[in-house]
Nanobody, 120 residues
Framework: QVQLVESGGGLVQAGGSLRLSCAAS????????MGWYRQAPGKQRELVAS???????IYADSVKGRFTISKDNAKNTVYLQMNSLHPEDTAVYYC??????????????WGQGTQVTVSS
């Protein structure tokens, strides 16, 4: 089992910044990638950014140039630095970890979510 605990959400004005943190604990070996997803009311959950164990990153087009994902292996923590926030960034942000169970079988773990609200 992998436990993911998010922190750092809150209320910010448009143009402001927030940094989300996600600390992983438990059976964290063989985690291939960690990332952040978000879900706004009435919308599907979408990928925001992810980072592999090797450090490769991908971003949603809507956040490129504004958000940065990073990780601290010593702390088993992934961060999402969010700058130039827009009201449309308002959502519940979820931390995700993808772990290899056996062979090519992978399993997704999720955090409880943290609310980010951007006021106009």
């Amino acid at each position: 089992q992998v436990q993911l605990v998010e922190s750092g959400g809150g209320l910010v004005q448009a143009g402001g910044s927030l940094r989300l943190s996600c600390a992983a604990s438990g059976s964290i070996f063989r985690i291939n990638a960690m990332g952040w997803y978000r879900q706004a009311p009435g919308k599907q959950r979408e990928l925001v950014a992810s980072i592999t164990s090797g450090g490769s990153t991908i971003y949603a087009d809507s956040v490129k140039g504004r958000f940065t994902i990073s990780k601290d292996n010593a702390k088993n923590t992934v961060y999402l630095q969010m700058n130039s926030l827009h009201p449309e960034d308002t959502a519940v942000y979820y931390c995700n970890a993808v772990k290899t169970l056996v062979g090519t079988l992978e399993y997704d773990y999720w955090g409880q979510g943290t609310q980010v609200t951007v006021s106009s």
